[in-house]
Protein backbone atom coordinates (compact mmCIF):
# COMPACT_ATOMS: atom_id res chain seq x y z
CA UNK A 1 0.00 0.00 0.00
CA UNK A 2 1.02 3.56 -1.05
CA UNK A 3 1.99 5.59 2.21
CA UNK A 4 0.05 8.94 2.35
CA UNK A 5 2.43 12.03 1.83
CA UNK A 6 0.52 14.78 3.64
CA UNK A 7 2.22 17.78 1.94
CA UNK A 8 3.11 17.87 -1.78
CA UNK A 9 -0.44 15.71 -3.50
CA UNK A 10 -0.95 19.39 -5.46
CA UNK A 11 2.54 20.14 -6.45
CA UNK A 12 2.90 16.33 -8.44
CA UNK A 13 2.04 17.00 -11.94
CA UNK A 14 1.24 13.11 -11.59
CA UNK A 15 -0.64 13.50 -8.40
CA UNK A 16 -4.50 12.27 -9.87
CA UNK A 17 -2.38 9.44 -11.61
CA UNK A 18 -0.80 8.49 -8.03
CA UNK A 19 -4.02 8.78 -6.32
CA UNK A 20 -5.86 6.64 -9.10
CA UNK A 21 -2.97 3.43 -8.42
CA UNK A 22 -3.48 3.96 -4.66
CA UNK A 23 -6.99 3.67 -5.21
CA UNK A 24 -6.72 0.40 -7.14
CA UNK A 25 -4.25 -0.65 -4.67
CA UNK A 26 -6.68 -0.12 -1.90
CA UNK A 27 -9.55 -1.57 -3.57
CA UNK A 28 -7.61 -4.84 -3.98
CA UNK A 29 -6.70 -5.23 -0.91
CA UNK A 30 -9.86 -4.73 0.39
CA UNK A 31 -11.36 -7.53 -1.99
CA UNK A 32 -8.67 -9.57 -1.19
CA UNK A 33 -9.63 -9.21 2.60
CA UNK A 34 -13.20 -10.37 1.73
CA UNK A 35 -12.30 -13.30 0.00
CA UNK A 36 -9.93 -14.61 2.68
CA UNK A 37 -12.51 -13.95 5.00
CA UNK A 38 -14.78 -15.95 2.71
CA UNK A 39 -12.50 -18.58 2.53
CA UNK A 40 -12.04 -18.80 6.10
CA UNK A 41 -15.73 -19.19 6.62
CA UNK A 42 -15.98 -22.20 4.36
CA UNK A 43 -12.15 -23.34 5.61
CA UNK A 44 -12.22 -27.31 6.84
CA UNK A 45 -11.67 -27.41 10.52
CA UNK A 46 -12.45 -26.91 14.46
CA UNK A 47 -10.02 -24.21 15.07
CA UNK A 48 -8.64 -20.99 13.44
CA UNK A 49 -5.09 -22.85 13.25
CA UNK A 50 -6.83 -25.90 11.35
CA UNK A 51 -8.59 -22.96 9.28
CA UNK A 52 -5.37 -20.87 8.47
CA UNK A 53 -3.39 -24.06 7.58
CA UNK A 54 -6.33 -24.85 4.87
CA UNK A 55 -6.40 -21.87 3.56
CA UNK A 56 -2.11 -21.88 3.39
CA UNK A 57 -2.56 -24.68 1.43
CA UNK A 58 -4.93 -24.05 -0.75
CA UNK A 59 -3.31 -21.11 -1.85
CA UNK A 60 -5.35 -18.49 -1.07
CA UNK A 61 -2.85 -16.65 1.42
CA UNK A 62 0.50 -17.24 1.14
CA UNK A 63 2.98 -18.87 3.99
CA UNK A 64 3.94 -15.45 4.78
CA UNK A 65 0.31 -14.04 5.19
CA UNK A 66 -0.56 -17.15 7.05
CA UNK A 67 2.29 -16.51 9.76
CA UNK A 68 1.11 -12.56 9.75
CA UNK A 69 -3.13 -13.80 10.22
CA UNK A 70 -1.77 -16.53 13.39
CA UNK A 71 0.05 -13.55 14.97
CA UNK A 72 -3.11 -11.49 14.84
CA UNK A 73 -4.60 -14.49 15.87
CA UNK A 74 -2.42 -15.19 19.06
CA UNK A 75 -2.53 -11.78 20.07
CA UNK A 76 -6.36 -11.04 19.96
CA UNK A 77 -7.71 -14.65 20.27
CA UNK A 78 -11.00 -13.04 20.42
CA UNK A 79 -11.10 -12.57 16.78
CA UNK A 80 -13.40 -15.03 14.50
CA UNK A 81 -11.87 -13.81 11.19
CA UNK A 82 -8.41 -13.03 9.69
CA UNK A 83 -9.68 -9.69 8.77
CA UNK A 84 -11.64 -7.95 11.51
CA UNK A 85 -14.36 -5.67 9.99
CA UNK A 86 -12.42 -2.27 10.98
CA UNK A 87 -9.48 -3.24 8.40
CA UNK A 88 -11.72 -2.61 5.08
CA UNK A 89 -13.69 0.33 6.84
CA UNK A 90 -10.53 1.80 7.28
CA UNK A 91 -9.65 0.77 3.84
CA UNK A 92 -12.50 2.22 2.64
CA UNK A 93 -12.61 5.59 4.05
CA UNK A 94 -8.91 6.05 2.40
CA UNK A 95 -10.51 5.22 -0.73
CA UNK A 96 -13.30 7.86 0.09
CA UNK A 97 -10.64 10.54 1.08
CA UNK A 98 -8.34 10.03 -1.97
CA UNK A 99 -11.27 9.81 -4.24
CA UNK A 100 -12.54 13.81 -2.41
CA UNK A 101 -8.84 14.60 -2.88
CA UNK A 102 -8.54 13.71 -7.25
CA UNK A 103 -12.15 15.73 -7.60
CA UNK A 104 -10.47 18.90 -5.76
CA UNK A 105 -7.43 18.37 -7.85
CA UNK A 106 -9.23 18.10 -11.21
CA UNK A 107 -11.55 20.91 -10.20
CA UNK A 108 -8.28 23.13 -9.16
CA UNK A 109 -6.45 22.40 -12.55
CA UNK A 110 -9.74 23.00 -14.61
CA UNK A 111 -10.33 26.48 -12.93
CA UNK A 112 -6.53 27.14 -13.21
CA UNK A 113 -7.03 26.35 -17.19
CA UNK A 114 -9.77 29.03 -16.86
CA UNK A 115 -7.42 31.38 -16.12
CA UNK A 116 -5.08 30.99 -18.31
CA UNK A 117 -7.37 31.00 -21.33
CA UNK A 118 -8.50 34.82 -20.01
CA UNK A 119 -4.85 36.05 -19.70
CA UNK A 120 -3.75 34.35 -16.46
CA UNK A 121 -6.46 35.95 -14.25
CA UNK A 122 -10.01 34.88 -13.73
CA UNK A 123 -12.38 37.44 -11.62
CA UNK A 124 -15.92 35.21 -11.02
CA UNK A 125 -18.79 36.90 -9.54
CA UNK A 126 -20.76 35.12 -6.70
CA UNK A 127 -24.06 35.95 -5.15
CA UNK A 128 -24.47 39.22 -3.12
CA UNK A 129 -21.65 40.72 -4.29
CA UNK A 130 -18.64 38.71 -3.72
CA UNK A 131 -16.33 37.27 -6.16
CA UNK A 132 -13.21 34.67 -6.70
CA UNK A 133 -9.99 36.19 -8.01
CA UNK A 134 -7.86 32.92 -9.51
CA UNK A 135 -4.73 33.73 -11.20
CA UNK A 136 -2.73 30.99 -13.46
CA UNK A 137 0.39 31.35 -11.48
CA UNK A 138 1.41 32.78 -8.50
CA UNK A 139 0.66 36.66 -8.57
CA UNK A 140 3.51 39.03 -7.72
CA UNK A 141 3.58 39.71 -3.64
CA UNK A 142 2.45 43.48 -4.56
CA UNK A 143 -0.47 42.28 -5.88
CA UNK A 144 -1.22 39.30 -3.01
CA UNK A 145 -0.57 42.32 -0.62
CA UNK A 146 -3.60 44.50 -2.21
CA UNK A 147 -5.63 41.48 -1.92
CA UNK A 148 -4.88 41.19 1.59
CA UNK A 149 -5.46 44.98 1.98
CA UNK A 150 -8.71 45.27 -0.13
CA UNK A 151 -10.45 42.27 2.33
CA UNK A 152 -10.02 39.07 0.32
CA UNK A 153 -9.08 35.93 2.22
CA UNK A 154 -7.29 32.77 0.02
CA UNK A 155 -9.33 29.53 -0.14
CA UNK A 156 -9.44 26.68 -2.43
CA UNK A 157 -7.06 28.05 -4.75
CA UNK A 158 -8.51 31.39 -4.85
CA UNK A 159 -9.14 34.79 -3.77
CA UNK A 160 -12.62 35.69 -2.40
CA UNK A 161 -13.35 38.95 -0.86
CA UNK A 162 -16.27 41.73 -1.94
CA UNK A 163 -16.79 42.68 -5.69
CA UNK A 164 -16.67 46.23 -5.03
CA UNK A 165 -13.27 45.97 -2.74
CA UNK A 166 -11.21 44.55 -5.47
CA UNK A 167 -8.07 46.48 -5.93
Request: with cysteine.
Amino acid sequence: VLMLRRNGWHNDADAVEQLKARVQQLEAAAEHHNAVNRAFRKAPGADNAAKLVALVRSGVVTEAEGVHIAQGFAVCHWQTQPFPAYVNANLRNRIGTDRERIRSIEAQAATTAKAEANGGVLVEQHTEGWCSVTFAEKPDYSVISALKAAGFRWSRGSWYGKADALP
